[in-house]
C-alpha cells in the first residue's frame, strides 16, 4: 500500500484579486502561521519532533463589501481576515473575525466540523475546537487557536461560529478547514504484523517495551560452540505492506538496535564469543524491513583427570525494533483493529 500526503490548494485568480483594490490586495493573502515549538509525543521511550505544517498558497474568497453599512445591520460574521470561506485555520493561527451585532460583552468563538472527517477516525461526533479571544468590540473580534492544540486530525468543511454573552450564536458558511500540526512518533511493531523470522535458534521471544518490540533468542547446545553464523541463517523479515495507519500518517522509518552482548571474553573455565555483525535497513517504497541479528555464545569448559574436555554452549542474540511515524499531532497512529 502507498502512503501519500494530501495537502489540498486553491488558486485564487486574478479576477477575483480585481473586487479589492491593488493596495488592499496585498493585505488579503491568507497563509497558515508558523508551527509551534517542538512536542513530545506521548511514547515511553523516543521523544517526538513537531514537523512544519506544509506551506499553503492563499486561500479564500475576498469579502466583497464592508461588514457593516449601516447601523443596526443585521448580525451576522462577514469574513475573517478578508475571507468569506476557504479559511485555513492552524494552532498557533491569529484570526481578526469581521461582522455585526456581536454585542458589548465578550463571549466565545469556536470551530465546528461535523462532516469531512476521515473515514477511519472512530466516531461522527461534531468536534469542536476553542479559539482564545483576545480582543472584542461588536464588530470585531480578534482571536486564536492554541499553539498547543492537538488531539484532531485535519477537518473539512468547518464552521466558525461567534456567540456574544446572552445572545444567539453567528455563523460563518462551513466551507473551511482545520489544519493539524504535525509530529513524529515512535510505536512498537502492531500485534497484526507478522514477520519472517530466521530459524537459526528456534523460535524468537517477541514482546513489547515502551515504544519498541524486543526479540530475543536462547538456545543451549550440548556439544560444544554455536553453529557458525552465516547470514543468510539470521536474516528476519518484517513485512509492514499492510499497516493500518489512519488518513494523514505516514511510515517514515524502522528502525532496529542491537541488545546482544558484544564483549568477548575468556576465561579458565568458560569462553563468549560474538558471533555475527548486527545490520538492518528498511526498505522504502515497498515498507519491509531486515535484520541481521547478532548472536552471543558462551562456551562453558569442562575438566577431566587435568583433560580438557568439550563442555556446552549457551546461544543467545537480542535486539529491539519500532515504527517511526509522522501525523496529526496528539492523534493515535493506527486504526483500533491494529492497536
Not at 32 to 44: G, K, Q, Y
Not at 171 to 193: D, H, K, T
Not at 254 to 263: D, R
Not at 264 to 280: A, C, E, L, P
Amino acid at each position: 500500500m502507498r502512503l501519500r500526503n494530501r495537502v489540498s490548494t486553491l488558486i485564487v485568480t486574478g479576477a477575483m484579486y480585481a473586487l479589492a483594490s491593488t493596495a488592499h490586495t496585498a493585505s488579503m493573502q491568507r497563509r497558515l502561521p508558523s508551527p509551534a515549538a517542538a512536542t513530545t509525543a506521548p511514547v515511553a521511550a523516543a521523544p517526538a519532533a513537531t514537523l512544519p505544517v506544509p506551506a499553503a498558497a492563499p486561500t479564500g474568497m475576498l469579502a466583497a463589501a464592508a461588514p457593516c453599512a449601516a447601523p443596526n445591520d443585521t448580525p451576522r460574521i462577514a469574513n475573517v481576515d478578508g475571507y468569506r470561506s476557504q479559511v485555513a485555520f492552524a494552532p498557533g493561527g491569529r484570526y481578526r473575525i469581521a461582522g455585526c451585532g456581536f454585542g458589548a460583552t465578550p463571549g466565545s468563538v469556536f470551530l465546528v466540523s461535523s462532516y469531512g472527517l476521515a473515514w477511519d477516525y472512530e466516531g461522527d461526533a461534531e468536534r469542536r475546537i476553542a479559539l482564545s479571544v483576545e480582543s472584542w468590540q461588536d464588530d470585531l473580534i480578534v482571536a486564536s487557536v492554541p499553539a498547543d492544540f492537538g488531539g484532531l486530525p485535519d477537518l473539512g468543511y468547518v464552521n466558525v461560529t461567534v456567540q456574544g454573552a446572552g445572545q444567539s450564536p453567528l455563523s460563518l458558511e462551513p466551507n473551511n478547514r482545520f489544519v493539524a500540526l504535525r509530529e513524529s512518533v515512535s510505536i512498537p511493531i502492531p500485534a497484526g504484523v507478522r514477520p519472517e523470522f530466521a530459524g537459526f535458534l528456534g523460535n524468537p521471544k517477541v514482546s513489547q517495551t515502551g515504544d519498541r518490540t524486543v526479540v530475543e533468542r536462547f538456545q543451549g547446545i550440548s556439544d560444544g560452540f554455536c553453529p557458525s553464523w552465516d547470514e543468510a541463517l539470521v536474516r528476519d523479515l518484517w513485512h509492514v505492506e499492510n499497516l493500518r495507519l489512519r488518513t494523514g500518517f505516514t511510515l517514515d522509518d524502522i528502525v532496529a538496535e542491537n541488545g546482544t552482548e558484544q564483549e568477548q571474553h575468556d576465561y579458565r573455565d568458560s569462553q563468549t564469543v560474538v558471533m555475527g555483525q548486527f545490520n538492518h535497513a528498511f526498505v522504502r517504497g515497498q515498507n519491509y524491513a531486515w535484520v541481521v541479528y547478532q548472536g552471543h555464545s558462551m562456551y562453558a569448559k569442562k575438566i577431566l583427570i587435568g583433560v580438557q574436555d568439550t563442555g556446552y554452549s549457551l546461544c543467545n542474540s537480542r535486539y529491539t525494533i519500532r515504527l517511526v511515524l509522522s501525523g496529526p499531532r496528539g492523534v493515535a497512529p493506527l486504526r483500533a483493529a491494529q492497536k
